[in-house]
């Protein structure tokens, strides 16, 4: 099965040691999702928009685990989408987003950046 992550999970990022028994297919664009910035890590809606990706081959005991990081509370859902490597499965974020920061530029290694003036 695959998994695709847009934050905290990607290489270099905070929860990447998530992602040790993951296989790195490549890099990935969606559209269709904005990505807001939460805090410490984002979340993805759907709306009009394009955000930046990295798909993995998982295992089903690292989705099991990334489902118990993930989708306690009802913070996120799972939804399956379509990438080049095939299927794989979106963690999309469940509450409100007003008064989050959208990030415009869709990725969230670039969330600091500003816009050109």
């Given at each position: 099965?695959r ?36 805090g ?78």
């Amino acid at each position: 099965m695959r998994i695709i992550v847009y934050g905290s999970l990607r290489r270099k990022q905070g929860n990447s040691h998530w992602m040790t028994n993951a296989q790195w297919l490549g890099d990935h664009q969606i559209e269709g999702f904005a990505l807001y910035n939460l805090g410490h890590y984002p979340g993805v809606v759907e709306d009009d928009g394009i955000v930046f990706c990295e798909v993995y081959r998982i295992d089903a005991s690292t989705l099991g685990e990334l489902d118990a990081l993930r989708t306690k509370n009802g913070e996120y859902k799972r939804q399956l989408i379509q990438t080049p490597y095939g299927s794989a499965w979106l963690y999309v974020y469940q509450r409100s987003i007003a008064g989050r920061t959208r990030i415009a530029s869709g990725d969230w290694l670039k969330r600091d950046d500003l816009p050109e003036a």
